[in-house]
């Protein structure tokens, strides 16, 4: 079964969004092996995403795809397309989105794939919860059936 894991900064406290993303994940089990893991989020001491994005890089592994304001715009059909592509070569694609803070440079270097769902800012715990829609939209483009219209 494919593997997919969202690596993530921070803690979701919002029970409504923590139900989203669980309904989500629940929905991608059909498809793949889904797990989150989360790096703890720093006090913005200066050097947060310096050691945020440390223990992001460490935890690093398969075909990356970052959330990067600075990305390439997909649309669903890419994202799928490129999830697809990706497990050619490796059996877990893992989806990385940064702390409030951002990603060092190196953790950009470090990704196969950035992507942005626009230019706009979003909150970083809403952003979890597109990000679990998107890639159950993009199993389901995949796979064929009718979820995306």
Same mark, same amino acid.
């Given at each position: 079964m494919k593997k997919l894991e969202i690596l993530c900064v921070g803690k979701i406290k919002e029970r409504y969004i923590n139900d989203g993303i669980d309904e989500y994940l629940k929905r991608l089990g059909r498809y793949c092996s889904v797990s989150v893991r989360e790096i703890p989020d720093r006090q913005d001491d200066g050097r947060a995403a310096d050691e945020?994005?440390?223990? &992001? &890089? %460490?935890?690093?592994?398969?075909?990356? #795809? &970052? /959330?990067?304001?600075?990305? /390439?715009?997909?649309?669903?059909?890419?994202?799928?397309?490129? #999830?697809?592509?990706?497990? &050619?070569?490796?059996?877990?694609?893992?989806? +990385?989105?940064?702390? %409030?803070?951002? +990603?060092?440079?190196?953790?950009?270097? !470090? /990704?196969?794939? !950035?992507?942005?769902?626009? !230019?706009?800012?979003?909150?970083?715990?809403?952003?979890?919860? #597109?990000a679990a829609e998107q890639l159950y939209r993009a199993f389901t483009i995949t796979a064929g059936t009718s979820y995306h219209k």
């Open positions: 945020e994005s440390k223990e &992001l &890089l %460490s935890a690093m592994s398969g075909y990356v #795809i &970052l /959330a990067d304001i600075g990305g /390439a715009l997909f649309t669903s059909e890419q994202l799928a397309d490129t #999830i697809d592509k990706a497990y &050619l070569t490796s059996d877990k694609v893992q989806f +990385v989105i940064g702390g %409030s803070r951002g +990603v060092t440079d190196a953790v950009r270097r !470090r /990704a196969d794939c !950035r992507v942005s769902f626009g !230019r706009m800012t979003f909150p970083h715990r809403l952003m979890r919860l #597109i």
